[in-house]
């Protein structure tokens, strides 16, 4: 029989802090690998990693991310709001460790770009940079942002203006095979994962269910 630990919420809010953000961040699961690139108002380019970039619709095509309380290393967040546009760049298991460390917090004259050796990529004159070694990027504009007053965070959410994918990725029905191009996942706050596709089904219906 397995043997499973609890934890209470009051268990959770006395553990040590680092535990405890090590242990939260890692029990929502697999989470997306993105760059979000701006730029600041002085026109240097920007590049930080999130973990949290959520599907938010189709129709219109919107995504979300969230940003975490606002202070002096918020530059993404000061850059969309001023800037109104950014990018949304998927991280592959051939430039993880350079994605990671955009992390680090550089003053706002230093781009990560140069720091962490990515390349700053300019397409069709969109007013936020790309990242070169992405297969799969979105160029986003900011649309809303609603505030979560549990914890200060912000989700902010943007309408997707342009998609680049490797065509190689893109499967018959639409769908994006992201084996294709070694996307990576996030757990916790500093480990990354292979993805790996091991099963497709069939849209569900209640009157046409499998023999389970």
């Known amino acids: 029989m397995k043997k499973l630990k609890h934890f209470s919420s009051s268990d959770i809010k006395n553990l040590e802090r680092f535990y405890r953000a090590n242990l939260i961040n890692s029990i929502s699961g697999y989470k997306p690998a993105n760059l979000i690139g701006t730029y600041s108002e002085k026109g240097i380019a ?15 095509a919107l995504l979300g991310y969230i940003q975490r309380p606002v202070g002096e290393f918020s530059h993404t967040y000061k850059n969309i709001k001023k800037n109104q546009y950014y990018t949304i760049n998927h991280v592959h298991e051939n430039f993880i460790e350079k994605a990671h460390f955009t992390s680090a917090k550089f003053d706002e004259d230093t781009s990560e770009f140069e720091m962490c050796k990515l390349t700053e990529e300019n397409l069709l004159e969109f007013k936020a940079p790309f990242v070169k070694e992405s297969d799969i990027k979105i160029g986003m504009k900011f649309v809303q942002e609603v505030p979560i007053s549990l914890n200060n965070t912000i989700l902010i959410i943007g309408k997707i203006e342009h998609l680049f994918i490797h065509e190689d990725a893109i499967v018959e029905d639409g769908s994006v095979n992201l084996n294709c191009v070694n996307d990576v996942s996030i757990s916790g706050l500093d480990t990354y994962h292979r993805v790996k596709q091991f099963g497709k089904f069939s849209y569900a219906k209640p009157n046409d269910l499998p023999d389970l």
Do not use: D, E, R
């Not at 920007?46 to 219109?60: D, Q």
């Open 46 to 60: 920007n590049l930080a990693l999130f973990s949290s970039v959520v599907h938010l619709g189709a129709n219109p």
